[in-house]
């Protein structure tokens, strides 16, 4: 524990400003897609990508360009450029212009700042002055303007917009974590979306050592520094924060469609230990009629924590128990950690060993870190041979009937001090060595990658899930990833808010928190409205560690079980508006849950809410995130809104006041939305019939609307083929009556659900339902 002692005067040190820009330009030249600038200390080249995407790569010493990582998606991204038309350039006294069609390029010639317009969609990126810092690093400092806000960087603690803070990317393992000042946590995205008067732009910065983004030591500019590697920044000009997202998503990938049962609910705990306990948890599920997806194997089901082994005392016959749990609806997702137990008798370490898959120091010693097995090696995930050897490794939970896993302690993290491995480990790098202290962040999204791919090549077209804790930017092409060790607080649950809604805005469209709570004991209370908003989060798990109050749905009697189990069910009503949700993030790359600026940018009191959010565009949530409340203020923008337990038709462009009993989470619908939703039976999931609601408004705002409902079979890949089926369900207004309709869109019809119950709400309160069987149909009320 830390005492006052620390912020001694000696303790606290100033930063250096003793690093240098590049000095003035001396000679530029323009080729295919690009402009190099040299300027007297070194040279920096802007790559056009498209209309839209321009990259500034500054130079190395020895005149080479930083390679592009693997969170790179475009093919050939340098190749791209070469493709673009040459710039005109113009020279001028004091600066240089380059014209890339509509993106107009300025360099100062006594700075080398670079100032960037995008002449159609009127964004802007002014003078980012690169500098080389006296140890080794890059900065770039961007100007902003005092309201500039700043969205996005991942999975980060404190608020949705970061003005005003720092943070690093440095992949960490840090017990305790979710307080606002803690600048690294276990996954890294250096993307950031300055927004500006309803304007938005993109920057990424392709770098997987430390990096460092800090909105507060220079305001109302910015810097973003690296310590090692290249300096290679993408920028994206998008004009809303959708569109920013879709082009960062084009850049570094979106996620594959899940299976339908990772976006259940999920039941996990450090740890289930043993067969009969898993086996009764499930019962419990099934007996309580609460419906439940997954259970997860904490690191007890292993043979002294050997990652690919099973404890034979404490589960005699894992197959028999995965096939029973198969049976009932369930699924089973073990936690595997990258460390290797260092054990000669141990077939995995003797084989990794064999195989030289492990990390090695430049002289060729394994390195070896402390983890939960003790001493363990770690394998080299930046190489080929070693990510096909993990990826053959899952062969062993396939054939037990695994279709998940759960990738955990992959920053590395390691029991020592600097809390992962030693920086001058050497990676492979199919053949480009390069040390750990430049690839660190790559580590958890190659280890995922990995198993993903061993899980796809086992599977025999079932579709993989993984859950990951650390990730770097194209995590989402792999994993979903969970926020790592929160704790139950009511903090660390409003804090979730703006973190998973920030992982959204940076590519992760599949992500939550642990659901109660992970570390320190839960209360009913808690549970009661961390599960209700749970319910609406992409990723539903509820997790807590050893040694805490156990969190299951019953755990404190019947009135809390009750509650949690309703918000269960309700999430499973909500699926097939939230699978075409996902379905639609696999395309566009927009997320799931979103903040409410994403969709009304031109509402300035959206611009730093996140204590409510939007699940797609039409449902606002709006969780309790303090004990003893039982009523909140909500804001809801321009327009009318549906109460969805109340069915009252509410004026929006104002903040209102909602009541809360404990039984009931704030929610509602924009009037004039179409909800598929599942016609519940019991417990069971994933329901055959949907129901289609529609909320009308009192006025002609709801005349027309659109909804995409997406469905397949839920678990194959053979929508990739064809076996999927697209309806655009609709509604249409006018004085004569209102028309609901469906429209095929797309793939084949036998993928529709058996039946659609129509439910009309109107804003009277009354609700008029029809019935239809028709894949396409028309019904006038
Ligand atoms: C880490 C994980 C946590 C897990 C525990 C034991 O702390 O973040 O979820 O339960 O390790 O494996």
Known sequence: METSESIKPDNVQTKSMSDRGLGSVQRVEAQPGRLIVHAERGSFGLLQLSSTMLRVVLCGPDATWPDGTIAIAIQDVSERSRQQPEPAVVDEIDSVHADFGVIRARIDRAT??????????????????????????????????????????????????????????????????????????????????????????????????RSRFDFRSRTPNYEITADTGGFDLYVLFGSTVKDVVVQYTELTGRMPLPPKWALGYHQSRYSYETQEEVLALAEAFRTKQIPLDAIYLDIHYMDGYRVFTFDSGRFPDPKAMIAQLAEMGVKVVPIVDPGVKQDAEYAVYRDGVAKDVFCKSLEGDLFIGEVWPGKSAFPDFTDDTAKAWWADQHAFYVDLGIQGIWNDMNEPAVFNDIKTMEPHVMHRNNGKPKTHRELHNLYGLLMSKATYEGLQRKLAGERPFVLTRAGYAGIQRYAAVWTGDNRSFWEHMSMAIPMVLNMGLSGIAFSGPDVGGFAHHTTPELLVRWTQMGAFFPFFRNHSAIGTLRQEPWSFGPETESIVATYIRLRYEFMPYLYSLFRESTITGLPVMRPLVMEYPDDPATYDLADQFLLGSDVLVAPICKPGETCRKVYLPQGEWVNYWTKEVVEGGRSILVDAPLDILPLFVRAGAILPLAVMDGDARHGESIAMDVYLGNTGSTDRRRFVLYEDDGHSFHYTEGDFVERQLGIDRDPSGVTVSARLLNGNPKFAANSLQVRLHRADGTMETAQVSDVEFQVTF
């Open 112 to 209: 080398c700042g670079i100032s960037l317009h995008h002449c159609e969609l009127g964004t802007k990126l002014e003078n980012l002055e690169l500098r080389r810092l006296n140890d080794g690093g890059y900065s770039a400092v961007i100007d902003a303007k005092p309201t500039t806000r700043f969205y996005g960087l991942g999975e980060k603690p404190g608020e949705l917009n970061k003005r005003y803070d720092a943070y690093t990317m440095w992949n960490s393992d840090v017990y305790a974590p979710h307080v606002p000042e803690m600048e690294a946590l276990y996954v890294s995205i250096p993307f950031v979306i300055p927004f500006d008067e309803g304007k938005a732009t993109g920057l990424f910065l392709d770098n997987p050592g």
